[in-house]
């Protein structure tokens, strides 16, 4: 029997399907059998040898016979060609997966992508509850439960900290192969625990402005997706974020190296010394500006300084360039202006969140929708709210125009 890092050389170079292939034979055969038909028509009117007086009848059935042959022909070529067209185009996602200097493999855009965009989505290969006891275990526990290919698709992902002194194909090499793989490219599932997705597994990363896809888990269609937060170029690479990058470059590379085994050069954690000091400065500065609105729970701020802080972690991240988490940002600008019941201003913060949750989560997300509610009656999100504020002008977002 081979082991998982036989199996992890073995499978490489494999190669998938395509679905347009799978499905071709599905429209010949149907054009056969059309024509067959009409065949038997012709076979039917010549073995019926019509008097001669009948012979504009038979030529008539002859003609008639190849007229629908040719009909049903075209049908399938247009109707069922379409079919296979979508299931081509909903199988191939705008980005293909290559081999990138330095990063091991990665996802590359084969067009260019509008931002808002859906890149990816994908069901889980498995999900590992929130649980005690030995996670290896529980992992080749898993993966026994899954044929050969979904092995082979998990056994061929990378993977670092795998301790250098074990004996390959022990039963404890084989634990913490499982687990070193798991946990270099698992992704949280929310409160359903943490979960493998292999093709979403091969998007690196990018610090703070430097990613341009976020991946989200929708619990309730148990899938990730995953969608361009900014316009990204054919040949691009699709960088996603593993982590919360409002720190100091220090900070971000410490954690990569310990966590993913790599120093990290992305466009932001490249920048020469002084820009990269400016980056950090900005970056810790939203941090800060995050705490503070935080505090105008505690009644620490009024609505209208709460709303001065989230406009501001708004242009800093502009400068920087960081424009995710600007959809939850916005929608929880419209929680303190309906707290303080400048409906107006709700709806517009309201506006601003669906545009955003729209880029960074879908715009057929949950978040999405919540905020039409919010637009079409801001009065509800207040009569929702446990405890409310005292009345007053908080402000919209900048350059709001309504
Ligand atoms: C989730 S995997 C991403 C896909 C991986 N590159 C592959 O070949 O399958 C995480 C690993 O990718 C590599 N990686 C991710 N982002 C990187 C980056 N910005 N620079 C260098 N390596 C990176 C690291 O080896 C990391 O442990």
Known sequence: MSTPARRRKQNQNRKEVPASVTSQPKLVSACIECLGE??????????????????KLGLFLVFASLVAGVYFYCKILLFET????????????????????????GAIATRNISQGELIHREAPLFILPQQRGSPGSVI??????LSPSQNEAFYNLSYVNLPATLEPGTPAYNDELALAIFQTNSISAADQGVA???QTARLNHGCAGAFNAVYTYRP???????????PIREGEEVLTVYFDTKRPRDARRAHLEAHYGFTCQCSVCSLPDEASNASDRRLARMSKLYEQLATWQDGSLTGK???????????????????SERGQLAADAAWVAAAHSDFEATRAWAEVAKEWYAYELGPDSEQVARMDEVIASPESLRRRMAATRAAEKVGWPDGWLG
């Open 38 to 55: 009409c065949y038997a028509v012709l076979i039917v009117d010549i073995g019926h040898q019509p008097p001669p007086g009948n012979r």
């Open 305 to 323: 300084q709460a709303l001065d802080v989230a406009r501001e972690i708004w242009s800093v991240g502009e400068e920087e360039g960081y424009w």
């Open 82 to 105: 379409s079919d296979v067209v979508k299931v081509v185009e909903t199988a191939s996602w705008p980005f293909k997966v290559v081999t990138i200097p330095g990063k091991g493999q």
């Open 196 to 198: 493998l997705f292999p």
């Open 140 to 145: 080749l526990h898993a993966l026994a439960g």
């Open 220 to 230: 309730r269609e148990g899938v990730v997706v995953v969608h361009a937060l900014k």
